[in-house]
Antibody, heavy 117, light 107 residues
Framework: VQLVESGGGLIQPGGSLRLSCAAS????????MTWVRQAPGKGLEWISVLYSGGGTYYANSVKGRFTISRDDSKNTLYVQMNSLGVEDTAMYYC????????????WGQGTMVTVSS | EIVMTQSPATLSVSPGERATLSCRAS??????LAWYQQRPGQAPRLLIYDVFTRATGISARFSGSGSGTDFTLTISSLQSEDFAVYYCQRYNSWPLSFGPGTKVEIK
């Protein structure tokens, strides 16, 4: 059971980026999937969730700019991030709640996003 | 929006001693509370959910208690691998949120 994120990097303010989270050992389509970020030296910030049924929720800080989605054929979770600002600089983790809904027991290693000119 | 606070910000404990971490919610979250451990350079790890239920594979050294707005994570007999940052997280309503964390350091 594993999650592997990719797609992070250096991006200019106002730019867009799509992060991926490939799952193995379980199906993203059957589980509650989420993205959590952590700015350098800071705490954890929940940003988005995708339910197995397709429902989504977003943190106010990213609502209207970020879109969570999945590709069941690739068993992969995504987050499309638009209108990026320096405040979006963070390590982005994907996670899944398998044992208990809303409590995240499987985490990826994270992918770093740096927004800077 | 419910705000989570944690105290203390930093807790200095000697190996083998007991650590008691607190988490408080600005309004009741019922029993919808989890605890995570994050070691430096690593992803968070779920320790406890639903206030006191240990996640699979988590040592019995970790225990949770509380209800409503006040919660406690207790780590009995601290081991070297327990020195880390601990976050509480509520999941009673949207948006989900984490507390700011408590760093447990070696005394």
């Amino acid at each position: 059971v594993q999650l592997v994120e990719s797609g992070g990097g250096l991006i200019q303010p106002g730019g867009s980026l799509r992060l991926s989270c490939a799952a193995s050992g379980f199906a993203v389509s059957s589980n509650y999937m989420t993205w959590v970020r952590q700015a350098p030296g800071k705490g954890l910030e929940w940003i988005s969730v995708l339910y197995s049924g397709g429902g989504t929720y977003y943190a106010n800080s990213v609502k209207g700019r970020f879109t969570i989605s999945r590709d069941d054929s690739k068993n992969t979770l995504y987050v499309q991030m638009n209108s990026l600002g320096v405040e979006d600089t963070a390590m982005y983790y994907c996670a899944s709640a398998v044992e208990r809904e809303h409590a995240f027991d499987i985490w990826g290693q994270g992918t770093m996003v740096t927004v800077s000119s | 929006e419910i705000v989570m606070t944690q105290s203390p910000a930093t807790l200095s404990v000697s190996p083998g001693e007991r650590a008691t971490l607190s988490c408080r919610a600005s309004r009741s979250v019922s029993s919808n509370l989890a605890w995570y451990q994050q070691r430096p350079g690593q992803a968070p790890r779920l320790l406890i959910y639903d206030v006191f239920t240990r996640a699979t594979g988590i040592s019995a050294r970790f225990s949770g208690s509380g209800s409503g707005t006040d919660f406690t994570l207790t780590i009995s007999s601290l081991q070297s691998e327990d020195f880390a940052v601990y976050y509480c997280q509520r999941y009673n309503s949207w948006p989900l949120s984490f507390g700011p964390g408590t760093k447990v350091e070696i005394k």
